[in-house]
């Protein structure tokens, strides 16, 4: 269970944790010895905290009964719990049946206890526990729900199921070692849940102009949608790349250096303008993304001329990048700097040429 939170006097209380007998407490300032302090608990953390582990107890303990389901850990999460099981998986019905009973519990306001034990009384043999820890030292505390469990435990717990309000069970997820992973939530975390849950059906309901019940179709439909236009648009992306090679292609004075730059593309869409045409006497400067912010690009021609210019292009546009057999490619941080690039290949180019 994690540690409390809180005040001492006004200073906060960073983390708490326990060494043998000992509760330390780390602050980020001094206090001084001797000093009478107001103590303030961080209650909604703490409650909640109470509320997850006695729900975890009580969904253990009825787990086992109902199922044979032994618990080998368990998580109390920031949003969600879960437990682990020793069982291959679970069904959707068992997890129903599970669900209905510990709320049936819930409903009949089960009393929870704390007892201290001493380390030898022979009573500690018949409580549930996974072992005590090599420093523990002083008496052995046990929570009873009774008539349900009694297990050994140094956590926080509420004094009656009732205060567990509900417990809601996610669904099971695959654990390590053929185990399996229960998750669930309990009290306010349920309620918390359900305000998300509305936020975001209101909002859908807004976007999608539709009911709560249409909302799945009405996704699946723009998914649909959305496939059909980034295929549609790819074709055209193609084509565009075709047309603007054979258009740098069919200009009377070749020349050594082509540069080229659009907000939409990807990397096939530059490798297609550089297939269209040919690097073997030209160099290419193909990039593609925001004009100011991050993009891809391209350096294609000679491949001694991009073996040495492909590291230096990359580092112009502070990016990363990678090439081989007359091509270097990558990503680059700083679109903003191809003038710069281009100013490098226009001097390269001046100096190659005779």
């Given amino acids: 269970q994690p540690d409390d939170r809180g005040l001492i006097g006004d200073v906060p209380v960073l983390r708490v944790t326990r060494r043998g007998p000992e509760a330390v407490h780390f602050v980020p300032t001094p206090l001084e010895p001797g000093a009478e302090v107001l103590l ?8 909640d905290h109470m509320q997850q582990h006695s729900g975890q107890h009580l969904i253990t303990a009825i787990a086992e ?17 879960l437990i682990e099981l020793d069982t291959p998986s679970m069904t959707a019905e068992q997890v129903e049946a599970l669900e209905r009973s510990v709320n049936e519990k819930i409903r009949d306001r089960v009393p929870v206890t704390v007892r201290e034990l001493a380390a030898d009384d022979p009573e500690i043999e018949t409580v549930r526990s996974r072992g005590l820890p090599d420093d523990h030292a002083g008496p052995v505390r046990v929570v009873d729900i009774e008539g349900i469990d009694s297990n050994m435990c140094c956590g926080t717990h509420v004094s009656n199921l009732s205060d567990l309000q509900v417990i809601k069970l996610l669904g099971t997820e695959k654990g390590k070692k053929n185990k399996t992973n229960l998750v669930f939530l309990t009290g306010n975390r349920v309620l918390k ?18 009911g709560p019940g249409e909302h799945v179709e009405a996704v699946r439909r723009l998914q649909s949608s959305v496939k059909l236009l980034q295929k549609n648009n790819l074709n055209l992306l193609r084509d565009m790349a075709v047309l603007i090679a054979r258009e740098f292609k069919s200009k009377p004075a070749p020349r050594q250096l082509f540069v080229l730059h659009r907000k939409e593309g990807d990397s096939e869409f530059m490798n297609i303008i550089a ?25 294609a021609g000679p491949v001694e001329a991009v073996e040495n210019l492909g590291p ?20 680059a941080a700083k679109m903003s700097r191809r003038g710069e690039v281009e100013a490098l290949l226009q001097e390269f180019i001046s100096h190659r040429s005779p």
């Fill in 40 to 47: 303030s608990l961080d209650w909604e953390r703490r409650f």
């Fill in 65 to 81: 009964q109902m199922f044979g389901f032994k618990t080998t850990s368990w998580e109390l999460g920031r949003q969600r719990s």
């Fill in 193 to 210: 849940s359900i305000e998300q849950s509305h936020s975001t059906e209101k909002a859908l309901t807004s976007l999608l102009k539709n």
């Fill in 275 to 299: 297939n269209e045409v040919g690097t073997e006497e030209t160099l290419l400067f193909l990039t593609v993304g925001d004009e100011k912010e991050a993009g891809l690009f391209l350096l």
């Fill in 312 to 331: 230096r292009v990359a580092e112009l546009l502070a990016g990363k990048g990678a090439g081989k057999r007359g091509r270097f490619q990558g990503k």
